[in-house]
């Protein structure tokens, strides 16, 4: 059994972390400023509200409390607004991370789960993206996280620190039976966008691109389901207790499913017609973005359970069948199928 905080754990995945580990016996506490979070996905453990930019509070957060590790959700994550705001983006996931590193130096906490991304690789130069991959992020969102990854390399030299940065492809998917699903007012995720056209909310669908070179002309996205997410972070918890240093993993099912197979299987699940258009292709969107795990498989001992595309469908469906209706002022125009 281990003490966790978990940063960001008011959010998407982070929430799903937070059950994982309280179902497995672990001690959970969140800590989260509510930016994109919900006070009420907060159903495990106790909420310390404290931004990662606010030294001072991260510095309370940790005084007269004892944690075995973090894991590292906080992060502003949408691809278009990191291209605007660059600034607003290197701040919070460049400095708040490092402000998070140096409170747990100062309080001798010793092992970090870190969130990473498929964005840190960009335009990919093979079918399936493996670990040694170039690294050449096309956007600030993307340079961010690889900047972070590499303090976590640094840090393991000149401090001792252990750390896991696992790199997520497509998070998708929910937890209905416990609450909990993806949430995110501006949403540019695809199955959510498709979901909310299933139940005639939001702006119409929109393809980008029919003309590519796969099976149906549509972009193929690896879907990974935020429960495989959190049973690869736990794992990573038991890795750092055997192995020193900074270690890399990428997070996908290794299946790529393409923009229309996404649109039929939630047609089919929900039993309701999806209407969409197609629009011109967007720059920046590759063709094919899939993930190889088998580092994470093997070295982590990482099994995927939700390697189909229904049930992952399905289990988001179950969840946002069941919201309050979302205004469409929330939502993002467009369907978007970038990896964020
Ligand atoms: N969702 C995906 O498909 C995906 C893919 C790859 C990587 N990631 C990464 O995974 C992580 C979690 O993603 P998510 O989809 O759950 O996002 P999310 O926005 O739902 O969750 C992020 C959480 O961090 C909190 N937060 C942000 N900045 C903070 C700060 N400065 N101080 C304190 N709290 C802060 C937010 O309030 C939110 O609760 C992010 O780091 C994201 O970059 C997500």
Same mark, same amino acid.
């Given at each position: 059994?281990?003490?966790?905080?978990?940063?960001?754990?008011?959010?998407?995945?982070?929430?799903?972390?937070?059950?994982?580990?309280?179902?497995?016996?672990?001690?959970?506490?969140?800590?989260?400023?509510?930016?994109?979070?919900?006070?009420?996905?907060?159903?495990?453990?106790?909420?310390?509200?404290?931004?990662?930019?606010?030294?001072?509070?991260?510095?309370?957060?940790?005084?007269?409390?004892?944690?075995?590790?973090?894991?590292?959700?906080?992060?502003?994550?949408?691809?278009?607004?990191?291209?605007?705001?660059?600034?607003?983006?290197?701040?919070?996931?460049?400095?708040?991370?490092?402000?998070?590193?140096?409170?747990?130096?100062?309080?001798?906490?010793?092992?970090?789960?870190?969130?990473?991304?498929?964005?840190?690789?960009?335009?990919?130069?093979?079918?399936?993206?493996?670990?040694?991959?170039?690294?050449?992020?096309?956007?600030?969102?993307?340079?961010?996280?690889?900047?972070?990854?590499?303090?976590?390399?640094?840090?393991?030299?000149?401090?001792?620190?252990?750390?896991?940065?696992?790199?997520?492809?497509?998070?998708?998917?929910?937890?209905?039976?416990?609450?909990?699903?993806?949430?995110?007012?501006?949403?540019?995720?695809?199955?959510?966008?498709?979901?909310?056209?299933?139940?005639?909310?939001?702006?119409?669908?929109?393809?980008?691109?029919?003309?590519?070179?796969?099976?149906?002309?549509?972009?193929?996205?690896?879907?990974?389901?935020?429960?495989?997410?959190?049973?690869?972070?736990?794992?990573?918890?038991?890795?750092?207790?055997?192995?020193?240093?900074?270690?890399?993993?990428?997070?996908?099912?290794?299946?790529?499913?393409?923009?229309?197979?996404?649109?039929?299987?939630?047609?089919?699940?929900?039993?309701? !017609?999806?209407?969409? +258009?197609? *629009?011109? &292709?967007?720059?920046? $969107?590759?063709? @094919?973005?899939?993930?190889?795990?088998?580092? #994470?498989?093997?070295?982590?001992?990482?099994?995927?359970?939700?390697?189909?595309? !229904?049930?992952?469908? +399905?289990? *988001?469906? &179950?969840?946002?069948? $069941?919201?309050? @209706?979302?205004?469409?002022?929330?939502?993002? #125009?467009?369907?978007?199928?970038?990896?964020?």
């Amino acid at each position: 059994m281990s003490e966790v905080l978990i940063c960001g754990g008011a959010g998407y995945i982070g929430s799903h972390m937070a059950q994982w580990l309280a179902e497995h016996g672990h001690s959970v506490t969140v800590l989260d400023n509510l930016s994109t979070g919900h006070r009420g996905a907060i159903r495990w453990g106790d909420l310390i509200e404290a931004d990662l930019l606010d030294p001072a509070a991260l510095e309370s957060a940790f005084h007269g409390r004892s944690f075995d590790a973090v894991m590292h959700f906080c992060a502003k994550s949408l691809v278009g607004e990191s291209v605007a705001e660059p600034y607003a983006y290197y701040a919070n996931n460049v400095t708040g991370t490092l402000n998070l590193l140096e409170a747990m130096r100062r309080h001798e906490v010793n092992k970090l789960v870190f969130s990473s991304t498929a964005a840190v690789f960009g335009n990919p130069v093979s079918d399936v993206i493996d670990e040694e991959h170039p690294k050449a992020p096309i956007n600030p969102y993307g340079a961010s996280k690889l900047m972070a990854e590499r303090f976590l390399a640094d840090a393991a030299h000149a401090y001792g620190l252990r750390s896991v940065a696992l790199r997520y492809f497509n998070a998708a998917g929910a937890l209905p039976e416990h609450g909990i699903g993806e949430a995110h007012a501006c949403e540019t995720h695809l199955i959510p966008n498709v979901l909310r056209a299933a139940l005639g909310q939001g702006p119409s669908l929109k393809i980008f691109g029919n003309d590519y070179d796969t099976a149906d002309g549509t972009c193929l996205r690896d879907y990974v389901h935020v429960q495989d997410l959190a049973q690869a972070h736990a794992l990573a918890l038991g890795f750092m207790d055997r192995h020193e240093g900074a270690h890399t993993f990428n997070l996908g099912n290794g299946q790529g499913f393409s923009v229309h197979d996404v649109i039929a299987t939630a047609a089919s699940v929900s039993g309701v !017609a999806i209407p969409y +258009e197609v *629009a011109p &292709r967007r720059a920046g $969107d590759p063709a @094919r973005l899939v993930a190889s795990s088998d580092k #994470a498989r093997e070295l982590l001992g990482w099994t995927p359970r939700w390697t189909e595309l !229904a049930p992952i469908i +399905e289990s *988001a469906w &179950r969840w946002h069948r $069941d919201q309050p @209706r979302w205004s469409p002022h929330h939502i993002h #125009a467009d369907a978007s199928i970038q990896a964020a």
